[in-house]
């Protein structure tokens, strides 16, 4: 069965580094999706990305994020100078966008910024 | 925007009937969306309501009434393995991309 893949599956960084969280989406899904999950918190919508652009994000994805699909396969978020509080679980979703149904989920990174 | 609510916790018996219920207020309805979460893990998809009425899919059935703004998530024979968290996800208006709002989620605990 497709699966949607994210590397790495956990990731300690120190505090105003940078991050890239990788996804390898479906094959065949058009949308892509970041949400991040703090401990203990519900699941939160950061940015949808359609046709090689951001369609939609949330007050959460300020100019400290960014995404990005830099191959075809690959759907990336970079955080820059990370804080304390980005320290939360990231999934990476993907639709098909023709079922229009179900996302499906990668297992996510659990990102730890000490 | 969109506001979700759902009870934090559940305990049940196994083998017991339990259900989930989640109101929601959205500006325009696209569907809602029922996910389970194991701990540490990715939430993975249970059903999809999209029209009022009862979806039964074994175990699990989930029910909508959108004029109510009410669903319940029916979980049938509970086994231990069911223990975990329950999201409600409704996806508002918001034209052709798919991006539901989840609520807090039910922690539901069945013990023997």
């Known amino acids: 069965e497709p699966e949607v893949t994210q590397t790495p599956s956990h990731q300690v960084t120190q505090m105003g580094q940078e991050v890239i969280l990788r996804c390898v989406p479906i094959?065949?899904?058009?949308?892509f999706y970041w949400y991040r999950q703090i401990l203990g918190q519900k699941v939160e919508f950061l940015v949808s990305?359609?046709?090689?652009?951001?369609?939609?994000k949330s007050e959460i994805f300020d100019d400290q994020f960014s995404v990005e699909r830099p191959d075809g396969s690959n759907f990336t978020l970079k955080i820059r100078s990370t804080k304390l509080e980005d320290s939360a679980m990231y999934f990476c979703?993907?639709?098909?966008?023709?079922?229009?149904?179900?996302?499906?989920f990668g297992q996510g990174t659990r990102l730890t910024v000490v | 925007g969109q506001n979700i609510d759902q009870p934090t916790e559940m305990t049940a018996t196994e083998g017991a009937i339990v259900q989930i219920n989640c109101t929601y207020q959205?500006?325009?309805?696209?569907?809602l969306f029922w996910y389970q979460q194991h701990a540490g893990e990715a939430p993975t998809f249970l059903s999809y309501?999209?029209?009022?009425g009862l979806e039964e899919k074994g175990r699990f059935s989930s029910f909508l009434s959108r004029s109510k703004g009410y669903s319940y998530l029916l979980l049938k024979e509970l086994q231990m393995k069911d223990s975990a968290s329950y999201l409600c996800?409704?996806?508002?208006?918001?034209?052709?991309?798919?991006?539901?709002?989840f609520g807090r989620g039910t922690s539901l605990i069945v013990h023997p």
């Open positions: 309501n999209v029209l009022d």
């Open positions: 094959s065949n899904h058009l949308y």
């Open positions: 979703a993907s639709v098909d966008g023709t079922s229009d149904t179900e996302a499906f």
């Open positions: 990305f359609y046709n090689n652009e951001i369609s939609e």
């Open positions: 959205t500006s325009g309805f696209n569907g």
């Open positions: 996800a409704v996806r508002g208006a918001s034209g052709g991309s798919y991006i539901p709002t």
